[in-house]
């Protein structure tokens, strides 16, 4: 058994939980990673970076290494209703440097996260690693055992997703609102062309359901095909030739790569949406993040952006609880008081978009001209697209913080 004493573990090597280990590093704290997957060669949900979380990559100097990478931009947001824009939210109308989404595969950011934050001393990531059990001592969390490797520390940060082991482990309970009322089957497709007809994010409504399309990194389409909640499986049912027909017939411009790229049920990931989270984020030497705390559906493309936003703001607390030497829930919660508002509005917000732009009801499709138009002609459309693209409050990293210089530094 391997024995390792850090400041700070964290179970998870996704966004957040790489984002806050280098904000970590940079201000001289010893961190460990602990992530379940060996490689970064895995299947991604989310792939769209909104400002908010770009502007948190690029405080923390990985912005333009993940670009680089590979990539592609896309200026604006756009409602397609039977072949006509409903609704079309320009980004580049947001301050500079960051009116744009992204769409970059989320192994890029990983892959840039890890190698800045090895550049720095006092910093271990061990993949393969499972946490089978928290270490607790006189009702305080001090560690977390992965199999063969112990790892002691003052506070343990759950990073690790919408069925967070670390959650529940630490017995805290989550709640599930199923809010937005629709699931979605994920898949990728060949880009027809150049992809310089499909600059946008874009739900397209057609004669079926709504379907979310934009390029994917290198030279495919990512397809969402929105259904009923919990109705994929009479669909599926049905046979892969059925699923394939109607999803042709959701988004009848695209029918001739669904027939070429949708060929087996393997080529489909289907999406359990729903919203909600952990009643509580902390414990005695324990905090939860991203996914961990608080759980979202696809629209506004939130998921990345909170979990990025949530390290940035627990980077200072962490700090603080180092030198104060409490790791004490009391002191902990300075985090979830200051985040878990802004948290609750954008769920609201995600709550509105779903009914607005994927209900298939009558007084829906009744309002939802008015309401797109009231969005695109009036200040109101403004704020509303700041607030999706920022967050209900900017968040930046605290850069003042940071002291540490790379192993590299002369």
């Not at 030198?323 to 902990?332: K, N, S, T, V, Y």
């Amino acid at each position: 058994m391997t024995e390792i004493k850090t400041d700070v573990c964290i179970v998870g090597g996704g966004p957040g939980g790489l984002a806050l280990a280098l904000a970590l590093v940079r201000s001289g704290v010893r961190v460990t990673v602990l992530e379940r997957s060996r490689s970064f060669e895995r299947d991604y949900r989310g792939e769209i970076l909104q400002p908010g979380g770009l502007a948190v990559l690029d405080e923390l100097g990985v912005l333009a290494g993940a670009r680089d990478r590979g990539c592609h931009v896309h200026g604006r947001f756009q409602l397609v209703e039977r072949g006509s824009v409903l609704l079309d939210i320009n980004y580049g109308r947001l301050p500079e440097p960051f009116g744009y989404l992204l769409s970059i595969p989320q192994k890029h950011v990983l892959e840039e996260l890890l190698a800045h934050c090895r550049a720095y001393e006092g910093f271990e990531y061990i993949a393969g690693a499972k946490v089978t059990r928290l270490i607790t001592h006189e009702d305080t969390v001090v560690g977390a055992c992965a199999e063969d490797t112990t790892v002691l520390a003052h506070c343990v940060v759950g990073a690790d997703g919408r069925f967070s082991k670390v959650r529940r482990l630490a017995g805290i309970e989550a709640d599930r609102i199923d809010a937005f009322g629709f699931d979605v089957l994920w898949f990728k497709l060949p880009d027809p062309g150049s992809g310089a007809d499909v600059p946008n994010v874009q739900i397209f409504r057609d004669s079926g359901s709504p379907v979310i399309v934009y390029r994917s990194w290198p030279g495919n389409l990512q397809i969402g095909w929105t259904l009923p909640h919990r109705g994929y499986r009479d669909i599926a049912a049905r046979g892969i030739e059925a699923v394939r027909a109607e999803i042709a017939r959701a988004v009848p411009a695209y029918a001739a790569q669904v027939e070429a790229g949708v060929r087996t049920p393997r080529d489909l990931t289907l999406l359990d949406v729903f919203a909600g989270g952990a009643r509580t984020w902390v414990k005695n030497g324990l905090v939860l993040i991203g996914d961990a705390a608080h759980t979202h559906g696809p629209l506004g493309a939130q998921g990345i952006n909170l979990a990025l936003q949530d390290a940035a703001l627990l980077h200072p607390v962490l700090l603080a609880s180092l030198r104060a030497g409490d790791p004490g829930a009391p002191f902990l919660r300075r985090y979830e008081d200051e985040r878990r508002p802004d948290i609750e509005t954008v769920t609201r917000m995600q709550v509105m978009q779903a009914k607005g732009m994927i209900s298939q009801g009558g007084l829906a499709a009744r309002l939802r001209p008015r309401i797109a138009k009231v969005i695109t002609r009036t200040p109101i459309g403004a704020k509303i697209t700041r607030r999706i693209a920022f967050g209900p409050r900017p968040v930046r990293v605290r850069r003042d913080l940071f002291t540490a210089r790379t192993q590299t530094t002369e």
